[in-house]
């Protein structure tokens, strides 16, 4: 074991927290130059060194992933949605392998195409049928009714591991796997409520995928006293389908008070608003 290591392993065995947090938090301000090393302490034969190794590395991956999203934020006016899907999640959740959910969403777009095979491409009706079948019947995605204020209905790992998401992210699930089976799933940022369209149909992936009508759409905005305009069913950009789902986590980290999480949501929330040089 080199110096360097020989050092870090014993101030990470150091029984005082605040030596231990110093160490860690120096590590991550090193950054990229320190990976090499934790990773060799990961392999470490004490549990305590190893962990301690593994959330730094976490750190730093959580650290890059929140500075690559500030960058798109600012730089790009049309912002990939499925790219910054991964990087609030890898940001938030650096520990999460995220290459295994977007493989996962691989496979699924995989089999739906292979499903779509026999559908004529200019059948809407036929393709959302095929696609809320497969995901909301078989795979079991819905809404999360029960505790619909929970972080995790707002982070895409996380609503692919459940099956469970609100309006917006479920919504998003049903446009990544439809992308890649190639058909046009559009988001339809309605007040209150996401929906999703194809060519011209409605549907709502938060309710079991069900079939939306015009005047179901109505009424949707009537329950909060708003009239429908064509407007409310143009295609959003995505900087605004974003800033939606930055405000959705800022709510849901707010009530349950995690302070960092909370405090990273606001940065980006008003860099994307425009709020933030």
């Known amino acids: 074991m080199s110096s360097q290591l020989d050092a870090i392993t014993r101030l990470f065995r150091d029984d005082d927290p605040e030596t231990v947090g110093l160490v860690k938090e120096q590590l991550v301000l090193r950054g990229e130059s320190a990976i090499e090393e934790l990773r060799d302490l990961v392999n ?7 962990a301690h190794a593994q959330d730094v590395l976490h750190a730093i991956a959580g650290k ?5 999203l500030e960058s798109l934020l600012r730089h790009q006016e049309d912002i990939p949605l499925e790219k910054a899907c991964w990087l609030i999640a890898e940001a938030l959740l650096p520990w999460v392998d995220c290459d295994e959910f977007r493989r996962m969403l691989d496979e699924w777009g995989g089999e739906l195409r292979r499903r779509l095979k026999k559908t004529p491409i200019h ?24 505790n619909y204020y929970n972080h995790e209905n707002s982070l895409l790992p996380c609503v692919m591991e459940n099956r469970r998401g609100l309006p917006l992210t479920l919504t998003l699930l049903y446009i990544f796997v439809a992308e890649r089976a190639g058909i046009s799933v559009q988001g339809v940022n309605l ?3 996401f929906i999703a369209r194809c060519g011209e149909i409605y549907f709502d992936p938060f309710h079991q995928g069900r079939i939306l ?6 009424d949707i905005l009537a329950r909060q006293q708003i009239e429908l305009s064509d407007e409310h069913l143009e295609n ?5 389908i974003v800033a939606r789902l930055l405000a959705n986590l800022r ?6 008070e995690a302070s960092w999480q909370k405090g990273m949501l ?12």
């Open 251 to 256: 709510h849901a980290y707010d009530i349950e």
């Open 64 to 68: 890059r992933a929140s500075s690559q």
């Open 191 to 193: 007040p209150g409520h």
């Open 213 to 218: 009508s015009i005047a179901d759409c109505a």
């Open 236 to 240: 959003p950009g995505t900087r605004q």
């Open 266 to 277: 606001d940065r980006w929330f008003a860099i994307v608003t425009g709020e933030s040089a």
């Open 44 to 50: 470490a034969d004490s549990a305590i060194v190893a």
């Open 123 to 146: 059948d809407s009706a036929e393709s959302v049928a095929t696609l809320i079948t497969y995901l909301h019947d078989e795979l079991g995605f819905d809404g999360n009714i029960e």
